[in-house]
């Protein structure tokens, strides 16, 4: 595995697993016990995804020590301001079984984010987290925040997947000294993603996969992402990608797949703003 520092000198696993649309407990802890077998050290979940208990129960069967898994959760919209923070920070602990959290992260821009970064700066210096952060900050959203905060995020996790870079995003996050870090890696395999002929014959050409090429060209553009899966065989694919590199001929071609280059990001939509405004947990 290969670490990142973050801005505050935390280092966190550049390949981690991802447990989105998990919600059936007994399905998410077998595949956190798997992926944590194959030696997966990073768990992303959030209040949203109804699985922080079944994460606590894989962590702690797997005999490893906490401090070896690195562990991030997020707080939902109807959960952000000062005093829902606090509460469900303390949820997401008692849920995981820990008196701490790696990374806690702000999961969508929207409601009180000012109420809840100043708890989250508080349970930071408190050492209750070791990182905070944000999710799905576009490059406005990022910068009126940053500017405006004793604590700057240590990341900001996005959509990122070769059709959808997000330049202009990884540019303001790299200004900022904020990490990057990419949210369903492979575009939930849709717009035929594993059929895409470029990714092919770069995946033929290093006798690698299509996921493991994504995988391995986010890791060489310092991005930090987190797959998900059910299949083991398939957890251990998208590990194995520390033992090659992608050229330059490779990443030009992958940078060439963009559809979206001057896409500031999903949360500028009014209706979109609305549907994640009226969504309570």
């Known amino acids: 595995m290969e670490y990142k520092t973050l801005n505050n000198g935390v280092q966190i696993p550049k390949l981690g697993f991802g447990v989105w649309q998990l919600f059936d407990q007994n399905d998410c802890q077998k595949a956190v016990e798997e992926a944590i077998e194959t030696g997966y050290r990073l768990i992303d979940t959030a209040a949203l995804y109804q699985n922080e208990e079944a994460v606590g129960r894989a962590i702690k069967s797997s005999g490893l020590n906490r401090e070896d898994v690195f562990v991030t959760s997020k707080a939902w919209i109807s959960q952000l301001g000062y005093e829902a923070t606090r509460k469900a920070f303390e949820d ?66 996005i959509e990122l997947h070769p059709y959808k870079q997000h330049p202009l995003i990884q540019a303001a996050n790299d200004l900022f000294g904020t990490a990057t870090q990419a949210w369903i890696p492979f575009n939930q395999g849709k717009d035929d993603i594993f059929k895409d002929a470029a990714l092919n014959s770069i995946a033929e050409k290093h006798d690698k996969t299509v996921a493991q090429v994504i995988l391995r060209w986010q890791v060489q553009n310092d991005i930090l992402t987190i797959p998900k899966s059910v299949h083991k065989e398939r957890m251990q694919e998208n590990s194995d990608i520390f033992n090659f590199q992608l050229d330059q001929k490779d990443l030009d071609q992958i940078k060439s797949l963009d559809r979206f280059p001057d896409n500031y990001g999903p949360n500028e939509d009014p209706q979109r703003i609305k549907h994640l405004l009226d969504y309570k947990i």
């Open 92 to 157: 997401s602990l008692q849920k995981l079984g820990t008196d701490y959290l790696d990374l806690y992260l702000i999961h969508q821009p929207f409601g009180d984010l000012y109420g809840a970064w100043r708890a989250m700066e508080e349970l930071y210096k408190e050492g209750r987290v070791r990182a905070i952060g944000v999710s799905n900050f576009s490059t406005g959203r990022l910068a009126d925040f940053a500017l405006q905060q004793e604590i700057i995020p240590a990341i900001n996790q």
